[in-house]
């Protein structure tokens, strides 16, 4: 017996074809978005890639670049085979296709289903490779003048700026690094001198931040030297001055922002499987509704429409023997290879 079975007349049948042909050119539109959204999500990796330890992260934008392409062809083919449906001359060119494009469409759910999974599982490599590529840029900073590095400075500081951040998970990582060339401090200075000698790594360390750790929302100057020099400064108490500079690290706000986006894609995925469903049990349906007309050459004519021609049951049954058949046709080609080879 059929798997949700449905009657249909030709009302039924016109009104469920112009139905499929909306939703197919709404899915669509949903892989145009997929698309742009795996263009944007790239754009954004690209421009902060130099904080980033590896091209892991690029997985997910290049597979949401191939599922919105996919998308958009896959439902361009059932939106015209749903606008030729109720026309046999037509249909009749699509009808040999549309088990095999059904089969195509099962693929395509699982691929999105392995992208949304991506989505959410990515994250946890992102959250690392932020951590370890900030550190690093943090350390490269002050290498204006070293190829490959030369505009570390600039992301750093854009970031910093863009996203109200300080330093990798703080404003203290600037304490652990010297962020100053060399070029640019006057070694003749007994202050400068004592400084970096008295360093075992014979670097430049100071309590400063860059001017980019500024919070323009304090209502004094902003204090980027001497951080923790109280009285280096008037009215000043660096444990309660939390508007002086940004106290939140990149490290959290760059992987906020990222996980943030992916999620939202995750759960976009998701809404376009379920939509991709339903236009192919829509097509399903369609496609038995015409197969099973009483009288083809009389449109007026009832027919049934389902989901599988036999139970649940009844179709995993004659699925697993057809993996069973293909699986014992498999050996015994193996073994009429073997046996051909010793002869």
């Known amino acids: ?58 997985l997910v934008p290049n597979l949401l670049i191939l599922v919105g392409m996919l998308t958009c062809g896959v ?22 296709m549309l088990k095999t494009y059904l089969l195509l469409c099962c693929g395509f759910n699982v691929l999105l289903l392995v992208t949304a999974l991506f989505c959410f599982l990515m994250q946890f490599a992102m959250y690392l490779t932020l951590a370890e590529g900030l550190k690093n840029s943090i350390k490269f900073y002050k290498d204006t003048d070293t190829p490959g590095r ?44 004592d400084r970096v000698l008295s360093n075992v790594e014979g670097k430049y360390l100071m309590d400063s931040v860059p001017f980019s750790c500024c919070n323009p929302g304090s209502p004094r100057p902003c204090i980027q030297h001497h951080l923790t020099n109280n009285s280096a400064h008037y009215d000043y108490d660096h444990r ?21 986006m992916m999620s939202s894609i995750g759960v976009f995925i998701i809404f376009t499987i379920i939509l991709e469903s339903v236009d192919m049990a829509g097509l399903k349906y369609l496609f038995t509704a015409l197969e099973t007309m009483e ?30 058949t293909l699986g014992k046709g498999n050996q015994v080609e193996e073994g009429g290879d073997t046996e051909g080879a010793a002869t």
């Open 240 to 260: 309660i001055e939390e508007l002086n500079i940004w106290t939140r690290g990149c490290h959290e706000a760059l992987f906020s922002y990222f996980s943030g």
């Open 150 to 193: 030369c505009f570390m400075k600039r992301t750093l500081d854009l970031t910093q700026i863009e996203f109200r951040c300080c330093g990798n998970n703080n404003f203290r990582d600037w304490f652990e690094v010297q962020w100053i060339s060399n070029r640019y401090l006057d070694m003749s200075n007994d202050a400068v001198r």
């Open 75 to 96: 439902n361009a083919f059932g939106g015209k085979v749903c606008h030729d449906s109720l026309d046999p001359i037509k249909f009749s060119k699509w009808k040999p």
């Open 295 to 324: 009288d083809p050459e009389n449109p007026e004519c009832e027919s049934e429409g389902f989901l599988l021609e036999k139970g649940v049951k009844e179709t995993l049954k004659d699925v697993f023997a057809k993996l069973k």
């Open 1 to 58: 017996m059929p798997f949700m079975p449905v009657k249909f007349t030709l009302q039924k049948r016109v009104k469920l074809a112009q139905g499929l042909w909306m939703l197919y050119w709404i899915s669509v539109i949903v892989g145009i978005l997929l698309f742009a959204l795996g263009i944007f999500f790239k754009v954004e990796l690209r421009k902060r890639s130099e904080m980033m330890d590896n091209n892991e992260s690029h």
